[in-house]
């Protein structure tokens, strides 16, 4: 029997809805939950700070679960990176629930393999090194299949290469204010909010892209990734040259 494509998009949706019941009773019994590497990081208006506490309140059981198992911070890395590759995969066929779901799973791996090593006392620069590469890989993978299964429509191909850039350039400005021992300007469209933006994107497409289509006939069905893409494209080539000019500023 096959399995429907849009059914990994409702079970990821069964596990979300099961971790926000979870949540709720935390927050009825003891109150926020707050994670102290969230709150170095910090929310902005894309993705506020409550959200991420609340993700990596969801993780925290898995991650004592994987050190008490012995899987190694470099184990979920390169599990990411995996995932990762199929994701790209499944959205050069168009299997955009089965694509939600593995690049779901990929930026789960991200997040878990940060805790695991902080719980276990193993962080490296060898792992940051390779978190950082596979973090590349993973975009580049997510967006390559997005360029294959529009090849044959220019405007849509462009936004995925102006995604792809955006995705590159705040990375790079990151990278390059860290190289020359300036701070690292905050601003939009980091690596969880780019994840965040395009993964709803090919996930609402999943499950409501051809209601939408239906209702109405001028939009095609993948309005959803379209709206995902522009935004991270639109708002990170934004945040990458305001990076930029503050780290210049900062370097006069």
């Not at 905050?186 to 409501?208: D, K, N, P, Q, W």
């Amino acid at each position: 029997m096959v399995v429907k494509d849009v059914y990994f998009a409702y079970f990821l949706l069964g596990l979300i809805a099961l971790a926000a019941v979870g949540y709720s009773v935390r927050l009825a019994t003891r109150g926020v939950a707050r994670s102290e590497r969230v709150g170095r990081i910090g929310g902005t208006v894309l993705v506020n700070q409550e959200l991420m506490d609340w993700t990596y309140w969801a993780v925290e059981p898995i991650v004592r679960a994987l050190s008490a198992l012995g899987i190694t911070a470099n184990n979920l890395t390169w599990s990411a990176l995996v995932l990762g590759l199929g994701a790209g995969v499944a959205l050069a066929w168009a299997q955009w629930g089965l694509a939600t779901l593995l690049s779901t799973a990929s930026v789960i791996c991200d997040i878990l393999d940060g805790q695991v090593a902080r719980a276990s006392k193993t962080g490296s620069s060898r792992g940051e090194l390779l978190d950082a590469a596979v973090d590349r890989y993973t975009e580049f993978a997510f967006l390559a299949g997005l360029a294959i299964w529009f090849h044959d429509s220019a405007w849509r191909l462009a936004l995925v290469l102006a995604t792809m850039l955006a995705c590159y350039m705040v990375s790079y400005a990151s990278a390059k204010a860290e190289a020359m021992q300036v701070a690292p300007p905050r601003g939009l469209m980091r690596r969880h909010e780019r994840s965040t933006f395009l993964i709803l994107g090919i996930g609402l497409t999943s499950v409501l892209g051809d209601y939408l289509h239906a209702r109405v006939p001028g939009l095609p069905d993948h309005s959803f990734v379209i709206a995902g893409l522009a935004m991270v494209a639109v708002i990170g080539n934004f945040a990458a040259v305001t990076r930029l000019v503050r780290i210049g500023r900062a370097l006069r």
